[in-house]
């Protein structure tokens, strides 16, 4: 197996944890639940710098900052994925990375000022032994893990020596080398074999963090204020908010990604599409949510000006229609419930602008509760409106299938979720 493609499987075989009767699934080990946490801090950082700089070239700069940070926490998984970590020289391995992380995670407040080289010079690190871990692959350094060595690494620290112009334009022609490896090395990459239980959780659990920040900048910004009837309504609409983005993803959309990456005829262009950069794009909509909150519950009464709307319903609109890329690369079908509610959100931005910020939050928190009870009634009515048996064990199930509710899988086919067929429509 080689992770540029030089060697391995052919296209389209089913690695490890798929279909047809191979391995047990790939579980995620402790050393990667504890190398999230730093990126719980990561990410909180990342919100800290929007909070302040909130204006177009603000939500540029935390994007410029936020790339590598994701970068470095996805070709650790990755590496995770395609091979077995559980021993000492990796376990030391992801440590190390996560080191790197916290130490990006540190520069962060002051990337554009004094801490430059020092985000900079910690990505380096991490992805130098990102490559090291990998070394004995055959042509490792042509691919991704050898674009973050010799190309993004060198640009984030040198980028962090220039004034904050000459910075800015640096650090994102890294972020866009690292953002394009993979599309670049398409063909290489074509004979890895990912694992199709392991990406899906990984990923799962990443956005779990985002959406933990969102949790952090409703109580955080909560816990200093009075708490009146006003202040704890603000709370509950923002709650409700990140409840509803939770319910989006992990009540429909996490199984039918898993199921999407289990059947597909190319996992590494699920991968590439669905985990890698519709990923970044849910966080990045997740962690504008966040930042909203913590502009909008401390003081309900207070008028948002068209920044912090902008953030909390464009952060929003974002996630949805993410959605609708995601469910048009695994099946081909249009999200048009979901897509559909991120117009009228960010239909509606202009308009509440000059509303009070309980207002603001209501709004959006009736409109995600809506959005949900319509998928859900769409997912009972499709699921009872085809009750077709399971097919028989070994049998492929066609994408976009649905399962009788409460039918048993078959032993050697994946899950093909309900909600697969009809939600996000």
């Not at 816990?223 to 429909?252: H, K, N, P």
């Amino acid at each position: 197996m080689s992770a540029t493609g030089d060697a391995g499987p052919p296209e389209g075989r089913r690695d490890a944890g798929g279909v047809g009767g191979e391995a047990d699934e790939k579980r995620v080990t402790w050393a990667e639940l504890y190398f999230d946490l730093v990126f719980v801090f990561a990410i909180t950082q990342v919100s800290g710098l929007l909070h302040h700089h909130h204006d177009a070239t603000g939500l540029v700069r935390a994007l410029v900052v936020f790339v590598p940070v994701y970068w470095c926490w996805v070709g650790t998984t990755v590496q995770a994925n395609i091979r077995d970590v559980d021993n000492l020289r990796d376990r030391l391995g992801i440590l190390a990375v996560g080191l790197g992380g916290l130490f990006m995670a540190l520069a962060v407040p002051g990337a554009y000022g004094g801490r430059g080289v020092l985000l900079g010079a910690a990505y380096w690190l991490a992805r130098l032994v990102l490559l090291l871990l990998l070394i004995r692959l055959p042509g490792v350094w042509r691919g991704p893990y050898g674009v973050g060595v010799l190309v993004s690494g060198p640009l984030l620290v040198v980028g962090g020596l220039l004034p904050a112009g000459p910075r800015l334009a640096l650090w994102t022609a890294a972020a866009l080398c690292d953002l394009a490896a993979p599309l670049v090395f398409r063909r290489r990459l074509a004979a890895v074999a990912y694992h199709p239980s392991h990406m899906p959780e990984r990923f799962a659990l990443f956005l779990l963090v985002a959406l933990g920040e969102s949790i952090v900048g409703i109580g955080g910004t909560a816990a200093g204020a009075r708490l009146d009837v006003a202040e704890l309504a603000a709370v509950a609409a923002a709650f409700t908010i990140s409840a509803g983005l939770w319910w989006q993803y992990f009540v429909y959309a996490a199984d039918a990604m898993r199921y999407a990456v289990e059947v597909a005829d190319s996992r590494r262009d699920v991968v590439r599409r669905i985990f890698q950069y519709g990923h970044l794009a849910l966080a990045a909509g997740v962690i504008g949510v966040a930042v909203g909150f913590g502009e909008t519950v401390a003081d309900p009464w207070q008028t948002l000006g068209p920044g912090s709307v902008a953030l909390l319903y464009g952060g929003c609109g974002l996630y949805l229609l993410t959605f609708g890329y995601t469910r048009w690369m695994m099946f081909r079908k249009v999200a048009t419930t979901r897509v559909g509610a991120a117009a009228v959100v960010l239909g509606l931005a202009p308009a509440v602008v000059r509303l009070p910020a309980l207002a603001v939050l209501v709004a959006l928190a009736v409109l995600l509760v809506a959005l949900n009870v319509v998928e859900h009634v769409r997912v009972v009515r499709a699921v009872g409106a085809d009750p077709a048996p399971v097919p028989p064990a070994g049998s492929a199930l066609p994408v976009g299938s649905p399962l009788p509710a409460g039918a048993p899988l078959p032993s050697a086919a994946p899950a093909a979720p309900a909600a697969s067929a009809a939600s996000a429509e």
